[in-house]
């Protein structure tokens, strides 16, 4: 089997954590970081660093607003987080195929 796809494996995506963020967020145009933390059972320190790490990578954006005299933190898929994660998927069929060909 060609290690190579392996290899090529966006790590900033493929960290266990990180990976659930991301592909949560590609189902969806936007979400608050409570409907996040909350999905995925988070703590909020957890997820403020998984979020940073993917924001500082340019895959995540965060707006900072107020709803209702609230703090409201909303996250979404930049384009490039949207083409980071069509190219992790694409790299995982990838191996799937190469795997079942074994």
């Known amino acids: 089997m060609n290690p190579e796809p392996f290899l090529q494996l966006d790590r900033v995506v493929h960290e266990k954590g990180r990976l659930p963020i991301v ?37 995540v954006a965060i707006t900072k607003s107020f709803y209702e005299r609230r703090p409201l933190t909303t996250c ?22 190469e795997a079942k060909q074994v």
Not at 29 to 47: K, Y
Not at 79 to 92: D, E, H, K, S, V
């Open 23 to 59: 592909t949560l967020l590609a189902a969806n145009a936007e979400l608050s970081f409570t409907e996040i933390r909350d999905t995925l059972q988070m703590t909020d320190g957890n997820l403020s660093v998984h979020l940073r790490t993917l924001q500082e990578a340019g895959y």
């Open 76 to 97: 979404s898929l930049t384009p490039a987080g949207r083409a980071a994660f069509r190219q992790y998927i694409n790299l995982l069929e990838q191996i799937v195929r």
